[in-house]
Nanobody
Framework: QVQLVESGGGLVQAGGSLRLSCVAS????????LGWLRQAPGKEREFVAS????????MYADSTKGRFTISRDGAKNTVYLQMNSLKYEDTAVYSC???????????WGQGTQVTVSA
């Protein structure tokens, strides 16, 4: 079992920045990837970014590449999502998730709201 707790959401103007944090607990994260997914009202949940815990390898959605940066702090068992140049269309509930490296997202945090005003 992996428990995930997010923080850092809020309201920001377009062009601004926010940093989301996700603290993981419950087991070693080696062999896992952690990521962020988001869901806007009336839309499907979509992938934002992920990081493989052991290697630090990252992946990004095309819509966030170059604006968002995912990183991890092994000492704090925490994953961060630095979001810059935010757009109105980034407004969504952002959820932290974990999966085995070749598996599906199976562990989820409670989600944090990010609202970008136009």
């Amino acid at each position: 079992q992996v428990q995930l707790v997010e923080s850092g959401g809020g309201l920001v103007q377009a062009g601004g920045s926010l940093r989301l944090s996700c603290v993981a607990s419950g087991r070693t994260l080696n062999g896992y990837a952690l990521g962020w997914l988001r869901q806007a009202p009336g839309k499907e949940r979509e992938f934002v970014a992920s990081i493989t815990w052991s290697t630090g390898g990252t992946m990004y959605a095309d819509s966030t590449k170059g604006r968002f940066t995912i990183s991890r702090d092994g000492a704090k068992n925490t994953v961060y999502l630095q979001m810059n140049s935010l757009k109105y269309e980034d407004t969504a509930v952002y959820s932290c998730a974990a999966r085995r490296v070749l598996g599906n997202w199976v562990y989820w945090g409670q989600g944090t709201q990010v609202t970008v005003s136009a």
